[in-house]
């Protein structure tokens, strides 16, 4: 889970996006209606699922991912075909990445790699309002 | 404008509860009344037809139902009712079922043919489908015009297609009499269809209140896309695991990595959710 801070909502009619800071990193979310609890200021607990995150390594050019976290690789588990990869984006959080075990060959993806943590607006969601 | 302030001691499953409503209901609104079984609703729509006594006031526009000093008896009160069994006279035509409330022939011509029931009104009710009874009991509910109009559970004994079919009735009825409405339903989309206003009870009180899409949409934080299961097994398949849930009448599988597996026991009742913008909905 990703402890951040509601800094902007914007809308049209149903639709929200809100962006929020997390450890002066900056992520956004897509919604329909949002509780009436979440507003600028709000603290949050953010959650994602570990096969909508992707990772990327020496990007170059434009991504649309409205999130891009730079982290850093603090372990891999390769299994047959899928692994799992953990990665700190910071001092005090890990997320789970799922990726195939041919983009882990194809990236040599290691250990202490420095790489980025690509997650859609669409695919966030507020798991809890503190 | 419709106020009740109610309250009345129930002797229910649960042991004693006191049935307390404090409601206003505009003018031709459309309520959906909605709660567990043995929470109060069908004493409340007999409260207000005057089929069971309770403590308090109802008024009716500028009609007083009930109060200190008033008590109208249920037939003064201009009320229709339609209930689950049809309560139809059985000896009596269609026709004959609807004048017995009223002698108003045009109006019941008139309702005969919105219902499309004008073939069947010379028929004797043991002749009909269970649809068409409901709408013959629907229209002879609505022959007295009354100001209020009060529906408990009128489509769970039907089949959906049947259903469906009188929900439009019921809402062109609506339309054109604009007549004030409670209706007892424990069906969302019936409730999302039906309904401008929808009050939750639960052991005899008003627990929400709002619009159906704002009371019954299951969220599980801000996901919109939700619903409550029993977790009956979790399978490793290689890094990952493969939760088994059931909901409702079906078995669905979610992809759980090792650590959102964590929390997780089997035989709990969990909620699975996902965004609104992740489900690929097919017709």
């Known amino acids: ?130 | 404008m419709i106020k009740i302030d109610i309250n009345k001691k129930l002797h229910g499953v649960a042991g004693e509860m006191v049935l307390q409503v404090d409601l206003e209901i505009n003018q031709g609104d459309f309520v959906a009344l909605t709660g567990q079984s043995g929470s109060g609703k069908t004493t409340l729509l007999r409260i207000l037809a005057g089929l069971e006594e309770a403590e308090g006031t109802l008024k009716v526009g500028n009609e007083i139902w009930q109060d200190k000093e008033t008590y109208l008896k249920s037939q003064l009160r201009r009320i229709g009712f339609v209930f689950q069994e049809y309560a139809l006279f059985p000896n009596m035509s269609v026709e004959q079922n609807l004048l017995y409330v009223e002698k108003d022939k045009e109006l019941c011509r008139h309702l005969l043919d919105i219902t499309d029931l004008s073939k069947l009104k010379n028929r004797l009710p043991y002749t009909l489908s269970g649809g068409q009874k409901q709408r013959v009991s629907l229209c002879r509910a609505m022959m007295n015009r009354p100001k209020l109009l009060l529906m408990d559970e009128p489509l769970s004994a039907l089949d959906p297609a049947m259903r469906t079919k009188l929900q439009n009735e019921i809402l062109t009825l609506h339309r054109e009499f604009k007549t004030t409405t409670i209706m007892v339903s424990h069906d969302p989309s019936e409730i999302y269809r039906l309904s401008n206003r929808v009050v939750v009870l639960h052991h005899g009180a008003i627990t929400k209140d709002g619009i159906a899409k704002e009371v019954l949409l299951q969220t599980n934080g801000s996901q919109k896309f939700s619903f409550e299961g029993e977790l009956l097994d979790i399978i490793k398949v290689d890094v990952i695991f493969v939760a088994i849930v059931s909901i409702g009448q079906q078995l669905v599988e979610i992809v759980v990595s090792e650590q959102e597996k964590q929390n997780l026991q089997i035989g709990q009742v969990v909620r699975v959710g996902t965004k609104a913008f992740s489900p690929v909905i097919r017709g």
């Open chain 1, 1 to 130: 889970m990703i402890e951040a801070k509601v800094i902007k909502i914007e809308n049209c009619d149903s639709l929200h996006i809100v962006k929020f800071d997390f450890e002066g990193q900056a992520l956004s979310m897509m919604s329909l209606e949002l509780d009436s609890s979440v507003e600028v200021g709000t603290k949050v607990l953010l959650q994602v699922k570990p096969s909508h995150v992707a990772i990327g390594k020496n990007i170059s050019g434009e991504l649309s991912y409205s999130n891009q976290l730079e982290s850093q690789i603090v372990s891999i588990n390769a299994g047959k075909l899928l692994c799992s990869i953990k990665v700190q984006i910071a001092k005090d959080t890990i997320l789970e990445s799922i990726i195939t075990n041919s983009s882990l060959e194809r990236m040599e993806l290691q250990d202490g790699d420095k790489v980025i943590a690509l997650i859609k607006a669409s695919e966030i969601s507020i798991a809890k309002v503190l």
